[in-house]
Nanobody
Framework: QVQLVESGGGSVQAGGSLRLSCAAS????????MGWFRQAPGKEREFVAA????????YYADSVKGRFTISRDNAKNTVYLQMNSLKPEDTAVYYC?????????????????WGQGTQVTVAS
């Protein structure tokens, strides 16, 4: 069983930055691909970014490419999402997710464990 706890959300002005963290329990963290997803009110949960278990490969949604960076520290069982140049349309609840296996996926249904989510609000 893996438990995920996100932190770092909050309110920021457009153009600002936030760094989300996701702390994971369990001894298999380094073999688990990790992803960040977000869900805005009235919308479906969407893929944001993902990282391979080893941390040597990442993938981003087009909407955040060049602005967001996903990284992980396997020694700390933590994955991060650095968000720069934030826009009002980035406002959502952000979720951390883990999947069994080293390779990432963009589909929410391919992830086995989820955090409780953290709110990010970007004011114009």
């Amino acid at each position: 069983q893996v438990q995920l706890v996100e932190s770092g959300g909050g309110s920021v002005q457009a153009g600002g930055s936030l760094r989300l963290s996701c702390a994971a329990s369990g001894r298999t963290f380094s073999s688990s691909a990790m992803g960040w997803f977000r869900q805005a009110p009235g919308k479906e949960r969407e893929f944001v970014a993902a990282i391979r278990g080893s941390g040597d490969a990442t993938y981003y949604a087009d909407s955040v490419k060049g602005r967001f960076t996903i990284s992980r520290d396997n020694a700390k069982n933590t994955v991060y999402l650095q968000m720069n140049s934030l826009k009002p349309e980035d406002t959502a609840v952000y979720y951390c997710a883990a999947r069994r296996g080293r390779y990432y996926n963009t589909a929410p249904g391919q992830y086995d464990y989820w955090g409780q989510g953290t709110q990010v609000t970007v004011a114009s």
